[in-house]
């Protein structure tokens, strides 16, 4: 563990601070907590909506782009109930309604599409990656501060996982982008980019939302120490 304030001296400090820091601090981990076991559902989700052969079952497909949304939408609740201890967090909720909405759009715009351009899924779908990018960010930001004077070494962590999360989201997106706009030219190689592509940025996203997983159970812990400290402050 890094720098923490469990391992500092305990300066005396006044009985409401300390009963604010033990509330704050048992609050923030029951929502993080809350966060973690709602990545189980989710990842079931993209399991679903992402395997070549299940998302190719209409039935597996939809069900699983509706526990994904669901999940969306509790987790957005989450965060704006962790904004009590961190502001960015509400940036966060933000950016993912605003992914939630856009990729709902973007979803109804590739099914009604008669074209086969698919112009209109490809805008609404390119900003709800650059939405869900921007909440992956201020996610993985807030996490940092909240935790940074707890340990700052999951702190580091979590200001590292972002660009691996942004990077397996975009570069999925490039690589259904290659396999949808091929049949435009017709070229195996474009077909051949993107299949790979597409399968080496789901295991980058998948290897990515592990260690958000796992982060999430580090600092719910940690957040659970940093109750513990004060319940023996100055006893």
Same mark, same amino acid.
């Given at each position: ?9 305990? +300066? ?14 048992? /609050? ?12 189980? +559902? #989710?990842?079931?989700? #993209?399991? *679903?909506?992402? #395997? ?64 086969? *351009? ?18 992956? /960010? ?9 935790? /940074? ?45 993107? *299949?790979? *592509? ?16 796992? /982060? ?20």
């Amino acid at each position: 563990m890094g720098e923490s304030i469990l391992t500092q001296n305990k +300066p005396e400090v006044s009985a409401a601070k300390k009963a604010r820091a033990k509330w704050l601090a048992n /609050y923030t981990r029951k929502w993080i907590l809350g966060l973690l076991w709602l990545a189980i +559902p #989710n990842a079931i989700a #993209n399991v *679903l909506t992402t #395997n070549t052969y299940l998302s190719s079952i209409d039935l597996f497909n939809n069900i699983g782009c509706i526990i994904g949304y669901l999940c969306a939408i509790v987790e957005i609740f989450f965060l704006i109930k962790l904004r009590q201890d961190e502001d960015e967090y509400f940036q966060c909720a933000l950016f993912g309604m605003g992914a939630i909405i856009t990729y709902g759009i973007s979803e109804v715009m590739y099914r009604i599409d008669a074209s086969g *351009l698919y112009l209109g899924w490809l805008f609404f779908e390119g900003v709800a990656v650059v939405l869900s990018c921007l909440r992956m /960010y201020h996610e993985c930001s807030a996490h940092a501060t909240v935790i /940074y004077s707890v340990d700052d070494d999951i702190a580091k962590k979590w200001l590292g996982l972002w660009k691996w999360q942004v990077i397996g989201s975009a570069g999925t997106f490039v690589g259904s982008l290659l396999l949808i706009y091929q049949r435009l030219d017709r070229v195996l190689i474009t077909v051949r980019i993107g *299949l790979f *592509l597409g399968t080496v940025m789901l295991v980058v996203s998948g290897i990515a939302a592990i260690f958000r997983m796992i /982060y999430l159970e580090q600092s719910a812990k940690a957040m659970r120490e940093y109750e513990k400290y004060y319940t023996s402050y100055n006893s």
